[in-house]
């Protein structure tokens, strides 16, 4: 599945900007500061953005799910 594909529904985010594709969530991960990318929260969403990318199938909607906790992690901690 190409890192264009989109998610079913687009994933939010502060400030009204949208997560539409795997490649656009990819692309936000990649903008965080180094050492948040390494957080875990944040691997593994990396992990299921490039699962679903290499396989497809059901792997989409857990690298939605992935990007929402990680985000809704970093909510809680503020």
Same mark, same amino acid.
């Given at each position: 599945?190409? $890192? ?37 929260? $944040? ?15 059901? $792997? ?19």
């Amino acid at each position: 599945m190409p $890192w264009s594909t989109p998610f079913d529904d687009p994933i939010g985010l502060r400030g009204g900007r949208k997560l539409r594709t795997l490649q656009e969530a990819a692309d936000f991960i990649m903008q965080l500061p180094e050492a948040e990318q390494q957080e875990a929260r $944040w691997q593994t969403a990396i992990e299921m953005l490039i699962n679903a990318a290499e396989t497809g199938g059901g $792997w989409l909607m857990f690298a939605r799910i992935g990007m929402l906790r990680a985000l809704s992690a970093n909510t809680r901690r503020r």
